[in-house]
T-cell receptor, first 114, second 113 residues
Framework: GENVEQHPSTLSVQEGDSAVIKCTYS??????FPWYKQELGKRPQLIID?????GEKKDQRIAVTLNKTAKHFSLHITETQPEDSAVYFC?????????????FGKGTKLSVKP | DSGVTQTPKHLITATGQRVTLRCSPR?????VYWYQQSLDQGLQFLIQ???????AKGNILERFSAQQFPDLHSELNLSSLELGDSALYFC????????????FGPGTRLTVL
């Protein structure tokens, strides 16, 4: 099955700076890579996802890049704001999606200082 | 609001007891997933049901079981509870059974004393 590694575990930036979170995965058959944002005590919320037929996807201040050859994908947040402070999880589909479930990284706690 | 509902919101019980957590998926979604999130831990996949059938199994203990009913709601049963079972339990749903966007419910916080 899939294994997902996520770095860094904590990230502190100044408001207005950019933040980058990186994930690597082990199964070359994986083709769906979502990112979730989780505020303290709340549900994980999907913020962006990418599929393997696309190398980059952008939604306003958030972008995700995927390198299938290297088996890694990254989340980029530009012009960070205090409300971006949360834990971010990357994930990959297991067994190339044949089983449907996601394998999550251990999360990155992002702190944006005003 | 994701459209996925979970009850109860909080549950406090004693070791050795049995509890049932309930999840209703978004309208139209056929898949239900259960995840466990312990303190400062990531999301551990427990089990997936698709249209009433078990589809995938993760690190689910033998003391835990689940099912999905004909109306597509799902229940997660936790028995012989231990202190270490204290966690947030999330349910998620998706339209299909593979590589679809998963929408999470608000979770049930279980505390075992």
């Amino acid at each position: 099955g899939e294994n997902v590694e996520q770095h860094p575990s904590t990230l502190s930036v100044q408001e207005g700076d950019s933040a980058v979170i990186k994930c690597t995965y082990s199964d070359s058959a994986s083709n769906y890579f979502p990112w979730y944002k989780q505020e303290l005590g709340k549900r994980p919320q999907l913020i962006i996802d990418i599929r393997s037929n696309v190398g980059e996807k952008k939604d306003q201040r958030i972008a995700v890049t995927l390198n299938k050859t290297a088996k890694h994908f990254s989340l980029h947040i530009t012009e960070t704001q205090p409300e971006d402070s949360a834990v971010y999880f990357c994930a990959a589909d297991n067994y190339g999606g044949s089983q449907g479930n996601l394998i999550f990284g251990k999360g990155t706690k992002l702190s944006v200082k005003p | 609001d994701s459209g996925v509902t979970q009850t109860p919101k909080h549950l406090i019980t004693a070791t050795g007891q049995r509890v049932t957590l309930r999840c209703s998926p978004r309208s139209g979604d056929l898949s239900v997933y259960w995840y466990q999130q312990s303190l400062d831990q990531g999301l551990q996949f427990l089990i997936q049901y698709y249209n009433g059938e078990e589809r995938a199994k993760g690190n689910i203990l033998e003391r835990f079981s689940a099912q999905q009913f004909p109306d597509l709601h799902s229940e997660l049963n936790l028995s012989s509870l231990e202190l270490g079972d204290s966690a947030l339990y999330f349910c998620a749903s998706s339209v299909g059974g593979a590589a679809d966007t998963q929408y999470f419910g608000p979770g049930t916080r279980l505390t075992v004393l």
